[in-house]
């Protein structure tokens, strides 16, 4: 009989968890992939559902991982602290990249192993692609306290750094496959341009001496971000 | 068995024909009288009356919302939306489409005096974009050849060039600091190619005027190469002795080719040209189909090109 004990209480705290915020970015962050989905299976997706479905889940997958390469200039420039969201973002990220390798392999070639075979062999934008996806998999792997601890705070902090080269990569694999350029394409080639650069510069400028007291914040945003 | 009742239309209602003629003045006069918005649309889908042709598929077409929602028609925009959202500012009427060059009758033709005296058939034909998809669609149209020998084409004419309208007013692609591609789109055929039965001249398909976004208020068909060869809303044929310029091989000459004729054994140099997606048949789970030689067409038009090395000459 657990009808009695949802009160007005608990009932929130079952659908989003101690921390509302982070569950309710998991849930919103799902939505495009399931409206679009959903508006696939009622045709209301064009006239070629199929590849709007592809393209809609990859454009998400870009855009998280924007979002989660946003969150350390942000806090660095002094304009929010969100690294305690950049998990949940992140995961969202890699969630979206698997869903749309899944509708390219499963939808697309129809599950045609030597047809997905020669396409990332022979197609670099399917090389570059699925090159970008494979660096996210054990980021995602790692993304959660146990493995956190197992690995070590540096250990794990250098081995999130693939997500810059995953980034580059999704970038590059979408300029490969237009026709001609967008704005959309520029405007996402440029924010994660600016991204990267943000991290080569200010590495650099705080080589040497500010080492010790600017590391100091960092560590302890991580280890809050790390709490279950 | 239901059978549907013809509709009761008395023989009074029924227009006859010297004012259905006329019915451009009819329409022009109520626009002169301001009052063109009354009326539902003119100038957008006209019906058009076409021969049946031999030439025709008999494969299940592409609906006709997905042929009109579909589009690559970069002065519209790069979307494949964007022409079925903009193109509607185009004015396709009147039309005039210059020809010249290597021609007898080189001369300014207003659009209707060119196509009055030709008989217009229905081609329904396959069509295969380079990007990897197909459709099915009822063209209604005259044959190229028709209208070129109609211009006395010169000995030394081996090339027809095809040019699309610019106008920035209209076609916002065409304005601003972000244009993909450099304007007029130009195309271009070998003349054997042009006057193949099989290569026509589309006003109409659906069995109405073109839409905006398909090119109107003529454009190029030529079934067995990729779709991007067929030039849309063009406002000049040019007849020449050397291989005209084509713009997407202008714009990425390792991508695209003068040819371009449908081939799954050349690939695209990032994609493979194996299989298409037909549009329009099984929505979210709808299988890649082989895509065939020369566009299923190859029976027709294969020995234009015997000896010559496809690999080389995509």
Not at chain 2, 69 to 79: A, I, L, R
């Amino acid at each position: 009989m657990p009808a009695p004990t949802l009160t007005r209480a608990t009932l929130p705290r079952l659908l989003f968890g101690r921390d509302p915020i982070r569950r309710s970015i998991y849930l919103v962050g799902m939505l495009p992939a399931v409206f679009t989905f959903y508006l696939g299976l009622v045709d209301q997706l064009g006239a070629d559902p199929q590849k709007t479905l592809e393209r809609t889940l990859g454009l998400w997958a870009l855009r998280f991982l924007i979002l989660t390469l946003a969150i350390t200039p942000l806090r660095r420039l002094g304009v929010a602290n969100l690294v305690r969201y950049r998990r949940a973002i992140g995961l969202l990220a890699f969630y979206y990249a698997a869903l749309h390798v899944t509708v390219y392999t499963l939808l697309d070639q129809g599950l045609d192993l030597a047809a997905i075979w020669a396409d990332i062999v022979k197609r670099p934008y399917i090389t570059v692609g699925m090159g970008a996806f494979t660096l996210l998999v054990p980021l995602a792997i790692t993304s959660n306290s146990p493995m956190i601890r197992r690995l070590g705070g540096a250990a794990w902090q250098r081995l999130h750094r693939l997500i810059y080269l995953a980034a580059a990569a999704a970038v590059v694999h979408f300029i490969m496959l237009v026709k001609s350029w967008s704005p959309e394409l520029v405007l996402y080639a440029v924010l994660i341009a600016s991204l990267l650069a943000f991290r080569l510069l200010t590495r650099r400028g705080r080589a040497a001496p500010a080492r010790g007291s600017a590391r100091a914040p960092q560590q302890a945003a991580r280890a809050h971000s790390v709490r279950p | 068995m239901l059978i549907k009742r013809a509709p009761d239309i008395k023989a009074c209602e029924i227009t006859p024909h010297a004012v259905y003629l006329r019915r451009r003045e009819f329409l022009a006069g109520w626009a002169a009288l301001g009052l063109g918005a009354l009326l539902p649309q003119p100038g957008q889908a006209a019906p058009l009356d076409a021969l049946k042709s031999p030439l025709s598929t008999a494969e299940p077409q592409t609906p006709l919302k997905d042929v009109i929602s579909y589009n690559n028609f970069y002065e519209f925009g790069v979307d494949k939306d964007d022409p079925l959202k903009n193109a509607h500012t185009l004015k396709s009427k009147p039309w005039k489409v210059k020809v010249d060059g290597l021609v007898g009758k080189p001369a300014e033709y207003d659009l209707d005096d060119l196509i009055k005296d030709v008989a217009l058939e229905e081609r329904i034909y396959r069509m295969r974009c380079v990007e990897g998809w197909s459709m099915v669609i009822p063209w209604v149209g005259v044959p190229l050849a028709s209208l070129l020998k109609r211009f006395e084409p010169q000995g030394s004419a081996k090339y027809v060039a095809f040019e699309t309208l610019v106008r920035p007013a209209e076609m916002p692609g065409q304005r601003g600091v972000f244009q993909p591609l450099p304007w007029p789109y130009v195309d271009g055929l070998r003349l054997d190619e042009a006057m193949h039965p099989l290569t026509i001249l589309a006003v109409g398909l659906y069995g109405q005027t073109l839409a905006n976004q398909n090119g109107a208020p003529i454009r190029l068909v030529v079934p067995w190469k990729y779709g991007f060869k067929g030039v849309k809303s063009i406002v000049r044929i040019s007849l020449t002795e050397k291989q005209p310029p084509c713009t997407w091989n202008v714009q990425n000459a390792r991508e695209y080719g003068f040819y371009s004729n449908v081939n799954p054994n050349v690939d695209h140099p990032r994609w493979s040209q194996a299989t298409e997606r037909r549009i329009g048949e099984g929505g979210l789970f709808v299988k890649r189909r082989p895509t065939l030689m020369f566009n299923g067409y190859a029976g027709e038009v294969a020995s234009l090109y015997t000896g010559l090395d496809l690999k080389a000459n995509y």
